[in-house]
């Protein structure tokens, strides 16, 4: 039996963008998934989030995982991931079923595994919940069964668990779960680069909040997908826009200029609203935080989940929050990243 979890992760600055070759700025968050396996002859699945149990054989979870990869390679041609998206929607086991499947075919296991999932992240608020869950699972599989790869290995074969989800992603939310702190991601085609920002901005990131304004009708993958579909000359601006903030972020972090930060949050967040990826809520939200002085942009894909918030007053931020109907999430930023717990 071993015992391995994840961190969920927040974007500083860089959602959106990053999908198109520009830096995003990403912590690891305190809050994480954890995941509890032992070697079995089966794979059988327990979710404390889905309240549900699931039993498949080795050979049918290695196919589904296989088929999987199929529909991807034919909805990437096409340029459409619905037909994906479907069906990882249709039974929420299926991510799961998919990752241990990729796991066992990528470290070439022909046997099976139990794995236990109980998750502090939330499911679908932009907090890297999948991406945890994931990569706690290839972790485990390649521990239990003594392939201990590397975890640029462990997070390779979650990038590809990690498409399965949301068609195109970056890498980054896997590579912050993965490597934890807090990182410069950037991806130019297959050149990655993940970066610890630990010496450049070596002191705790303070008063900052978030806010969950509720589950998003789309995932991040159809999220994605519609910010793609813009038209370029619309779109291209604004994700040059984001990459310059996320340029500018790095070097006022690093100078400890918080009221050039909170100029870039907000301004990250315009250039979001206009890709379409806010919503009436969290503009709601932003604005009244803005109204006082502070900070707030939404976090991860959007559509919803969660708003990254900052006031220097940080009791004044709590108020707001509190006055706007939501319930502030104290999170600590730039924790450990994926590791086996005794
Ligand atoms: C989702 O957490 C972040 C996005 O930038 C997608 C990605 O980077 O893959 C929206």
New binding site residues.
Partial sequence: MIKVSAPGKC?LI???S??YGEP?IIAAIGKRCAVLAKKSEDVIIHSRELAAEKKYSCAETIEFANNVQKLWDSCFEKKDFSELFELMKKDGMNPVKAAIGKALVSMGVNSGVVVRISSDIPIGA?L?SSSAMSISIVKAISELYEKNLSDEQINEITLGVERFN?GT?????NSTCCFGGLIWFRRIDSKITIKSLKEEIPYAMKNFILVNTGRPKRT?GE??QQVRGLPDVFRTPRIKALGNIAVEMRNILKKRDFKKMKDLMNLAQKNLAELGVSTPEIDKLTKSIMATGGAAKLC??GGGGTVLCYHEDRERLVRTVRESGYQPMEVELGVEGVRIDE
């Fill in positions: 974007h860089g959602e959106h990053v999908v995003a932009g890297g949301h992603p970056s890498g980054g939310d991040t999220l994605v991860g894909a």
